[in-house]
C-alpha cells in the first residue's frame, strides 16, 4: 500500500508541476528595445508609441503562443526608479496581442528562470473611461485608477 500511495502522489506531483510550465512566447526580435520603468500617478509605467501604461490585471487563462502578435522590447528601470529591475536583464518582455490591434493592451512576461511567473497586463492611460476590446484572457485586477 504505501508504494502505491507514493506512486499515487508521485504522479500527482508531476501533473502539477507539468501544468505549471512556462508557455514558449516570441523571442525578443532584432529590432527590440528597453521600454523604461517610469511612474504614473501612483502606478509604475511604461511608454510605448507615444502612449503611457499602467498595471491593469493578469489572466485568467494563459494566453496561446498564437494569441501574442510580437515581443516588442524587454523592461528596465530609469535612474529614479525604486524598481528592482535590472539594466542589464532583458528577460522581462514586452509583447503586443493578436487580438488587440489598437495596442490599448500590452503583456509583460518574465521568461527568466522562474516556473511560476505570470503575465501582467498594461493598459494604456487615455482608454480610461472607454469601451475597448478586453481580450478574453485578461482579468482586472480593479486597480483604483481604473474604477475611479
Keep these: 500500500m504505501n508504494k502505491r500511495y507514493i506512486a499515487i502522489v508521485?504522479?500527482?506531483i508531476i501533473v502539477l508541476l507539468?501544468?505549471?510550465?512556462?508557455i514558449e512566447y516570441p523571442d525578443l526580435a532584432n529590432d527590440a528595445f528597453a521600454i523604461t520603468m517610469g511612474?504614473?500617478?501612483?502606478?509604475?509605467?511604461?511608454?510605448y508609441n507615444d502612449r503611457i501604461y499602467i498595471p491593469?490585471?493578469?489572466?485568467n487563462d494563459y494566453p496561446s503562443k498564437e494569441e501574442i502578435k510580437e515581443c516588442i522590447g524587454y523592461i528596465i528601470a530609469d535612474e529614479?526608479?525604486?524598481?528592482?529591475?535590472?539594466?542589464?536583464?532583458?528577460?522581462r518582455r514586452i509583447y503586443t496581442l493578436v487580438d488587440?490591434?489598437?495596442?490599448?493592451?500590452?503583456?509583460?512576461?518574465y521568461v527568466g528562470q522562474s516556473i511560476m511567473e505570470q503575465p501582467i497586463f498594461w493598459r494604456a492611460i487615455d482608454t480610461k473611461g472607454k469601451d475597448v476590446?478586453?481580450?478574453?484572457y485578461i482579468e482586472s485586477q480593479e486597480y483604483s485608477y481604473w474604477n475611479e
Excluded: A, H, Q
Design 18 to 22: 507539468g501544468g505549471c510550465g512556462k
Design 100 to 109: 488587440d490591434d489598437e495596442n490599448n493592451y500590452l503583456m509583460d512576461y
Design 133 to 136: 476590446n478586453t481580450p478574453k
Design 80 to 91: 529614479n526608479s525604486s524598481s528592482v529591475v535590472d539594466k542589464n536583464d532583458r528577460d
Design 10 to 12: 508521485l504522479l500527482i
Design 39 to 47: 511612474t504614473y500617478e501612483d502606478f509604475g509605467s511604461i511608454e
Design 56 to 59: 491593469y490585471g493578469t489572466i
